[in-house]
C-alpha cells in the first residue's frame, strides 16, 4: 500500500524559508511524478509544483521565483523549499502522486501538513 | 490561466436524492477534467478522471459529462458518505488549476 507523508514546521517566521518533506512509502520515488499542492481558506487548491527523479521540475508561475522542488531518491523522498514567506502562503501542503506522464491529476494524496506564518 | 468556476457554492439535498454539480472552465479544457471528494479534515480523493472515468473503488453512482467548458458531475441517488466538499481540476493547459469547490451538505 503506497503512502506519502509531509514532515515539517508547522509554524513559520514572515520572511523565513518553509522547508517539507514528503516521505513515499510502498512505492520506488522513481517510478512516478510527485507534486505538492496547497489548500488555503482564500485561494482554495493550489497546485505549486512536481518533480521527477530525472529532468527539471515544473513550478506554477506564480510561485517559481520562490520556489524549489527537489528529490532524494535514497531517501525515497522529495522536498519544498518556498522562500520569503509571508502570511498568504499560510496553508494546508499536501504532497500527492502523478497519475502518470501526461495524466497530470492525482491519484494518491497525503494526509497534508498546516503550516501558519505568524511572528 | 485556466479558472474554474464551481456551482453552486453549496448544495443542500437529502440522501436518496440526484446531485448536479457544475464546473465551468474559463477556456476549452478538452476532455482534461478531474473531480475530486474532500471529507473534512481529510485528503482529496480521486473520484473521475478525464471527465468520466472512475477511479479504482469510487462507486457507479458517480458519473461524469461534459467537454470544452462546460462538466457536470452528477451523483445519481446520494448516499451519507456522499456529503462531502467536490473539486474540479484540469490538466489541459500550465499551470494545473482547480476550482474553488462545491459543498454538499444534507438537508
Known amino acids: 500500500q503506497v503512502q506519502l507523508q509531509e514532515s515539517g514546521p508547522g509554524l513559520v517566521k514572515p520572511s523565513e524559508t518553509l522547508s517539507l518533506i514528503c516521505t513515499v512509502s510502498?512505492?520506488?520515488?522513481?517510478?512516478?511524478?510527485w507534486s505538492w499542492i496547497r489548500q488555503s481558506p482564500g485561494k482554495g487548491l493550489e497546485w505549486i509544483g512536481y518533480i521527477y527523479h530525472r529532468g527539471s521540475p515544473k513550478y506554477n508561475p506564480s510561485l517559481e521565483s520562490r520556489l524549489t522542488i527537489s528529490v532524494d531518491t535514497s531517501k525515497n523522498q522529495f522536498s519544498l523549499k518556498l522562500n520569503s514567506m509571508t502570511a498568504a502562503d499560510t496553508a494546508v501542503y499536501y504532497c500527492?502522486?502523478?497519475?502518470?506522464?501526461?495524466?497530470?491529476?492525482?491519484?494518491?494524496w497525503g494526509r497534508g501538513t498546516l503550516v501558519t506564518v505568524s511572528s | 490561466e485556466v479558472v474554474l468556476t464551481q456551482s453552486p457554492a453549496t448544495l443542500s439535498l437529502s440522501p436518496g436524492e440526484r446531485a448536479t454539480l457544475s464546473c465551468r472552465a474559463s477556456q476549452s479544457v478538452s476532455g482534461y477534467l478531474t473531480w475530486y471528494q474532500q471529507k473534512s479534515g481529510q485528503a482529496p480523493r480521486l473520484l473521475l478522471y478525464d471527465v468520466s472515468n472512475r477511479a479504482t473503488g469510487i462507486p457507479a453512482r458517480f458519473s461524469g459529462s461534459g467537454s470544452g467548458t462546460d462538466f457536470t458531475l452528477t451523483i445519481s441517488s446520494l448516499e451519507p458518505e456522499d456529503f462531502a466538499v467536490y473539486f474540479c481540476?484540469?490538466?489541459?493547459?500550465?499551470?494545473?488549476?482547480f476550482g474553488q469547490g462545491t459543498r454538499l451538505e444534507i438537508k
Open positions: 510502498g512505492a520506488s520515488i522513481s517510478s512516478y511524478y
Open positions: 500527492a502522486r502523478v497519475r502518470a506522464y501526461g495524466d497530470w491529476y492525482f491519484d494518491l
Open positions: 481540476q484540469q490538466r489541459d493547459k500550465w499551470p494545473l488549476t
